[in-house]
């Protein structure tokens, strides 16, 4: 069974699960990241003036999630992937020069993972969409003439591929 759940961390409170996917966040904008900062400092600052507090305020929510999550887990064997999204997959990592599977491979599971949190049985092209900056914007090979960071690069070529 998994564990889920919003604890402190040095960085502000965090939602954790004791599985890891490698699958990594970026924000999009300066405005984004700085309202994140506030938003866990005051998190930060709730928690530390009163831990008991801090945990009974967020403990449905963290209940709810877990909820989420195991029926997810149990969902996620019977989640398939057709032709036409492995290939947007395949096509994705080539277009934005990936070395190896591993990459299409991360993209797949983040996908299937997505569409079990969702109660989906089957992969969508939109849950591809969704996860691809997250699953391949740490995959690709820097580009010194491009200034571009990986997550805009990645979400250029999913715009090209799939249409904006």
């Known amino acids: 069974m998994s564990q889920v759940e919003v604890a402190p961390s040095r960085d502000g409170p965090k939602a954790r699960c004791r599985r890891e996917d490698g699958i990594g966040a970026a924000f999009r904008t300066a405005k984004a990241a700085a309202m994140t900062a506030v938003l866990q400092g005051v998190s930060r600052d709730a928690f530390e003036r009163d831990p008991a507090a801090f945990r009974a305020e967020w403990q449905a929510a963290n209940d709810k999630l877990q909820k989420r999550v195991v029926k997810a887990r149990k969902l996620l ?8 999204v492995l290939r947007l997959c395949a096509d994705l990592c080539q277009r934005l020069g990936t070395d190896g599977l591993r990459a299409e491979l991360t993209l797949l ?7 079990a949190l969702e109660g989906k049985r089957h992969i969508q092209a939109t849950h591809v969409r969704r996860m691809a900056v997250s699953a391949l914007r740490h995959r690709l090979r820097r580009n010194p003439l491009d200034d571009a960071d990986n997550g805009v690069r990645v979400s250029r070529c999913v715009d090209e591929v799939m249409g904006a």
């Not at 064997?77 to 036409?84: H, L, Q, S």
């Not at 599971?109 to 569409?115: D, F, H, I, N, P």
């Open 77 to 84: 064997p019977e989640v398939k992937a057709g032709a036409d």
């Open 109 to 115: 599971r983040a996908s299937r993972a997505l569409a």
